[in-house]
């Protein structure tokens, strides 16, 4: 959920801001060009341009919105449920904290409740709803079944588990398993919030500055030949 609304702010801004500049490019400087042919003004070097790049610039947009829909609608479709898929997934650090938290919370709640280290394993390697994830987790069942310590067996898949190893260690240590697991839940759940909330830093101005760029640029563009227009019209 907070993964959702973090990103929900940044979605709708690029949304916006594409839709903005694709009405712009498609309908308004359009219109200023015929305006301008037929009033018979001569247009500017840097007015032509931007108007011969309008339609280009159009199509370039529509295609960029449609393939981010597309995008976002098949990763979600396919999410959880091709491992291909989810490990590239795990490689992106925010939806890699997501799922390690829901696996870490539903193991502190199983081991809290009396559950044994496999059975937890077992139930909690369903709820992270990553298949790379998941076989990740079974290779860990192998290794503790075969005398290994649960924190052993996380330190051999370390490039996965090292979020959790050292809250899982001293867990073992403390006999606190349970309580440790919740602890790393929280831990990775507060990295993604401090992540989400870097990238937001760097989009949302960025985006502005686009959006402000683009806007001034069409600006310019559509007012220049009105310094030409009382020539035209004598």
């Known amino acids: 959920e907070k993964l959702q609304e973090t990103l929900f702010y940044p979605t709708i801004l690029l949304v916006v801001s594409i839709l903005v500049m694709l009405f712009v490019s498609k309908v308004v400087i359009p ?47 396919l999410k959880g449920k091709f491992e291909i898929v989810d490990g590239f997934l795990m490689k992106i650090p925010p939806l890699k904290f997501q799922s390690l938290s829901l696996f870490a919370w539903s193991m502190g709640i199983l081991l809290k409740s009396g559950a044994d280290v496999m059975h937890s394993l077992e139930t909690s390697a369903k709820t992270s709803g990553n298949k790379k994830l998941e076989r990740e987790i079974a290779g860990l069942e192998s290794l503790v079944r075969s005398g290994a310590s649960l924190s052993k067996a996380m330190r051999s898949r370390e490039e996965v588990f090292k979020e959790i190893v050292p809250f899982v260690e001293v867990g073992e240590n403390t ?39 683009f806007i001034g640029i069409i600006v310019v563009a559509v007012y220049l030949p009105i310094f030409n227009l009382g020539e035209a019209l004598m």
Not at 34 to 60: C, H, T
Not at 67 to 74: A, C, P, Q, T, W
Not at 182 to 204: D, R, T
Request: zero cysteines; aromatic letters at 12%.
């Open 31 to 77: 219109q200023f060009e015929d305006f301008y042919l037929n009033a018979g003004v001569s247009i500017p070097f840097f007015s032509q341009i931007v108007f011969n790049s309008a339609e280009r610039i159009s199509v370039i947009l529509a295609l960029l919105l449609i393939f981010s829909v597309v995008l976002m609608v098949v990763i979600g479709h």
């Open 175 to 213: 006999g606190n398993l349970g309580e440790m697991f919740e602890k790393s839940g929280e831990f990775l759940a507060e990295n993604l919030e401090k992540y989400l909330n870097s990238i937001l830093k760097i989009v949302q101005p960025v985006a502005i500055i686009f959006i402000g760029l």
